[in-house]
Every structure is written in structure tokens, then in C-alpha cells.
């Protein structure tokens, strides 16, 4: 994060030569009028705890960062994190007392389409503002004052599977039968859904259409109706450590997909798998280029790094689940310093009609749901490492897309 951050914006002169130098030359000392208290949840216990963490872990690291360059408006930040417990109906109670009991300032969206929806609703009787970093489904946002830092775009159920076929139809062999096997987490059945269609429209055959309960641990039946269909792709919609429950429950009977993709998969227990090599899932942000021209990512990522490795993560490297809860107090602050007060009606007319430079890209909140344009890519576990593959432009040097076993 450069010596302006979170400033660059203020007052809409965003990208201004000469907003730059009056922001950096303030001093980096907090006024009086006590802290920001920026209120939120995330699953921090139940079965989304592992990437919870994550997220926790890169709003620790933005707060002291801008707190040590004078906090937002002068004032040091304060984030009060409340445990949801993975649990929506949790979120909402704990909302609803963030504002009422605690009387935060502002509000940071948990993790999870249930809960963000839940915190959304209590936002909304409040008219509180809402930056969310994990909807995976915009149509369940028409909230006017909620704005994601996740550049999913307006139709991820069509997009996300769009992209991931656009990269496996890359390969020499690209894949001519996919199955499809979702948890019934809100988001991942919607885009499982659309991705169906795009499929479908592609002349790719769906061999199995399988959906199980959020929450499930025993994949034992599943992995054998999906080594019976024995697809040329599968298509996960796997949430959290569903995708190692997965992994393992398919090594047990000695199978292994020829191509894997998993949807939102815990990164680090993921990428460890040791049947996890060559498998795929979205990304918007990676531990590599052209990501680290990104606006503040090469501070974020040698914080956070270091945070994770002291933590004891089982992949203590920045990705994207990381990165986009970073952009989300990217956005805050920025619309914070854009207006000049705390104000959420107008702060987020001030996030409607200006770009934030985040680290995972420009974030603009044009169109419905406030959600811009997408930016999604497929990036692969090569090595115990997550690399993007797709685009092209987006890998690292020397790196290819690894061809299905």
C-alpha cells in the first residue's frame, strides 16, 4: 500500500497529482473525537471457520496498516468482530445488536451469501451501508446501499461458468461430458444452475446433475455416483472444506476426476490435497503478476504473509479470498475520505459516481446490484501452489495450464 492509501480518493479527486500530495503531506497523527468503529461479523467457529480466518486476518492487517498512516478522517479505526458461528440467523441477531447496543460507526459485510444476506436486511431497516466482499448470487442485493469488492459482475451464474470452459477449451482436449455436483449453499446452487445452461448451449453433456445439503461431511455416496458417471469434467460447488471431504471421499475408492474444478473451496486445505494437483476454481486475485501492480498489493501482501506464517495458516500466501475482504476496507475508507464525514447515504452516492483502486483491481458500481463488471478468472493448484491460468495474460512466467490427467 503506497504512502497515500485510502486518501487517493478523497473528495473524488481520484488519481489527482495534486490530491496525492496534499493527502501525504498530512500529518500521521489522530484527531480527537475517539476511534471509527467499524462493526461486522464472520465465521470465525462452524464449518466456513477455516476461511473466515482468512478474512479476519486481512481486515487485521488493513486496519494497522491505516492506522499507522493516521486512520481514516484523522480518527484510528476500531473493527468490533463479533463469531456469526457460520450460522446467517446468528449474523442477523449480532447486526442488529452492532448497531443498536454497540452503535458502531459502519458496517463490514460477513462472509457467506446467507449471512451477508441477513446482515443485509438489518442494514437496510437501518439504512446503514453495506460493503460486502463473498455474494456469490447479486440478485439477492438489490439493496441499494450495499457494494461488493468482489468483481463477480451482475450474472455470475452464466459468467463463472463461462470462463472456466473458455479456459478448458484451451487444452488439446477439451472436455465433451461434465458433471455437476453442488452443495445447496445459496450462491453455488444459483451458479450451478446457470452453469448447466452454459454447458448445455456448448454442446457439452451433463452426466450427473447431484445436489447435497450444506453441511455434509460423509461424500462417500457421492464419490461413487460420480465415479460411476465418470465425467471428462467436474463441476464442484464445493463451499469451504467440501472440497477436501470431496478429494478424499473420491481417493478413497481409488478415482480421480480427469479434470476438477471446485468453486469456493478453503484455499489453503485445498491447495495441500494431495490429490489436489491440476484441479481449478475462480480467482481474482493471486500471490504473483500483473495482480501486484494492483493499487496497495504489494504492502498487503508482504503484511499479510507474514501474519499468516506467524498464525500457523496452511497456506500462508495472499489469494483471493484474502485480498477481496482487504478491497472491501479499501472501498469503506475510500468513501469515507471521498465524502469527508461518516455519512452511509452519502458515501454510497459517492461509491456510485467514483472508481476505487483496490487490490484486486478497479472497482466500479455501475449497473444492477451495484455490482460493475466481472473480472473472473480460473486459476489451478500446480505444485501446492494456486496459479492463475486463465486468461492467459494473467499467469505467472513459465507457467501453463495444465492438461487433464
Known amino acids: 500500500m503506497?504512502?497515500?492509501?485510502?486518501?487517493?480518493?478523497?473528495?473524488?479527486?481520484?488519481?489527482?497529482?495534486?490530491?496525492?500530495?496534499?493527502?501525504?503531506?498530512?500529518?500521521?497523527?489522530?484527531?480527537?473525537?475517539?476511534?471509527?468503529?467499524?462493526?461486522?461479523?464472520?465465521?470465525?467457529?462452524?464449518?466456513?471457520?477455516?476461511?473466515?480466518?482468512?478474512?479476519?486476518?486481512?481486515?487485521?492487517?488493513?486496519?494497522?496498516?491505516?492506522n499507522t498512516k493516521g486512520g481514516i478522517l484523522g480518527r484510528k479505526v476500531e473493527f468490533v468482530l463479533l463469531d456469526d458461528q457460520s450460522l446467517p440467523a446468528n449474523a442477523r441477531t449480532l447486526y442488529e445488536r452492532l448497531v443498536t447496543a454497540d452503535k458502531v460507526d459502519l458496517l463490514m459485510g460477513p462472509y457467506g451469501t446467507s449471512s451477508i444476506i441477513a446482515a443485509m436486511g438489518v442494514a437496510a431497516r437501518f439504512k446503514k451501508m453495506l460493503i460486502q466482499s463473498s455474494l456469490g448470487d447479486p440478485s439477492l442485493a438489490p439493496y441499494p446501499l450495499q457494494f461488493p469488492s468482489l468483481p463477480i459482475g451482475a450474472e455470475p451464474q452464466l459468467t463463472d461458468t463461462e470462463v472456466v470452459l473458455d479456459a478448458y477449451a484451451s487444452l488439446p482436449t477439451p472436455p465433451k461430458t461434465i458433471a455437476f455436483v453442488t452443495s445447496k449453499f445459496p450462491s453455488a446452487l444459483t451458479i450451478a444452475k446457470g452453469g448447466q445452461q452454459v454447458a448445455e448451449k456448448r454442446g457439452i453433456k451433463s452426466v450427473l446433475d447431484l445436489e447435497y445439503e450444506f453441511g455434509t461431511k460423509d461424500f462417500g455416496a457421492i464419490a461413487n455416483r460420480i465415479k460411476a458417471a465418470d465425467p471428462d469434467l467436474l463441476w464442484s460447488g464445493a463451499i469451504g472444506m467440501e472440497a477436501v471431504q470431496l478429494l478424499d471421499a473420491m481417493s478413497r475408492i481409488d478415482y480421480q476426476p480427469r479434470n476438477q474444478f471446485y468453486l469456493f473451496p478453503a484455499p489453503g486445505p485445498t491447495a495441500a490435497h494431495p490429490k489436489a494437483n491440476g484441479l481449478t476454481s475462480l480467482t481474482w486475485f493471486e500471490e504473483h503478476e500483473p495482480f501486484l501492480k494492483n493499487h496497495g498489493a504489494q504492502e498487503f501482501v508482504s503484511?499479510?504473509?507474514?501474519?499468516?506464517?506467524?498464525?500457523?495458516?496452511?497456506?500462508?500466501?495472499?489469494?483471493?479470498?484474502?485480498?477481496v475482504e482487504y478491497a472491501a476496507w479499501q472501498i469503506l475508507a475510500a468513501a469515507a475520505e471521498g465524502v469527508g464525514k461518516l455519512d452511509d447515504a452519502a458515501m454510497a452516492a459517492w461509491l456510485r459516481a467514483n472508481p476505487v483502486e483496490t487490490v484486486v483491481g478497479t472497482r466500479t458500481f455501475d449497473g444492477k446490484f451495484n455490482a460493475g463488471k466481472p473480472s473472473t478468472k480460473v486459476k489451478q493448484v500446480q505444485g501446492k501452489d494456486w496459479v492463475t491460468v486463465w486468461p492467459a495474460d494473467f499467469r505467472p512466467a513459465g507457467k501453463e495450464f495444465l492438461a487433464a490427467l
Open 2 to 66: 503506497s504512502a497515500n492509501s485510502m486518501k487517493l480518493n478523497r473528495r473524488a479527486f481520484l488519481g489527482s497529482a495534486a490530491a496525492a500530495a496534499a493527502f501525504g503531506a498530512m500529518p500521521k497523527v489522530f484527531a480527537q473525537g475517539g476511534p471509527i468503529r467499524v462493526g461486522g461479523t464472520l465465521p470465525l467457529t462452524g464449518p466456513l471457520a477455516g476461511v473466515g480466518a482468512i478474512h479476519k486476518l486481512a481486515a487485521e492487517v488493513f486496519v494497522e496498516q491505516i
Open 303 to 323: 503484511a499479510y504473509d507474514s501474519k499468516a506464517k506467524a498464525s500457523g495458516f496452511p497456506y500462508p500466501r495472499a489469494e483471493y479470498q484474502a485480498a
